[in-house]
Nanobody, 121 residues
Framework: QVQLVESGGGLVQPGGSLRLSCAAS????????MGWYRQAPGKERELVAR???????NYADSVKGRFTISGDNAKRTVALQMNNLKPEDTAVYYC???????????????WGQGTQVTVSS
């Protein structure tokens, strides 16, 4: 069974910074991508940032230049450095791994439990 454990959320003032971390445990054959999604009240879950095992990244337009994703495939960890936070960044943030448990099954998405990020003065 794969588990993703997140840490690092909290309350921060506008303009402040937070760093989210996520670590995967369990029997994993291969990882394709690692990423962060968020869901604000009354809104759909959206992609924030994603990184492939080759290091390619993509970001939501709303966070470009402010957020940076980093990942370590060997350690099965992914982090999201969030700078210059804005009130509209307030949401529950979920880490996501797209991975394969063994060579006989296709890739599947696994999710962390979510961590609250609140940006408010």
């Amino acid at each position: 069974q794969v588990q993703l454990v997140e840490s690092g959320g909290g309350l921060v003032q506008p303009g402040g910074s937070l760093r989210l971390s996520c670590a995967a445990s369990g029997s994993i054959f291969t990882i394709s991508t690692m990423g962060w999604y968020r869901q604000a009240p009354g809104k759909e879950r959206e992609l924030v940032a994603r990184i492939t095992v080759s290091g390619s990244t993509n970001y939501a337009d709303s966070v470009k230049g402010r957020f940076t994703i980093s990942g370590d495939n060997a350690k099965r960890t992914v982090a999201l450095q969030m700078n210059n936070l804005k009130p509209e960044d307030t949401a529950v943030y979920y880490c996501n791994f797209n991975l394969r448990l063994n060579y006989m099954v296709p890739n599947n998405d696994y999710w962390g439990q979510g961590t609250q990020v609140t940006v408010s003065s």
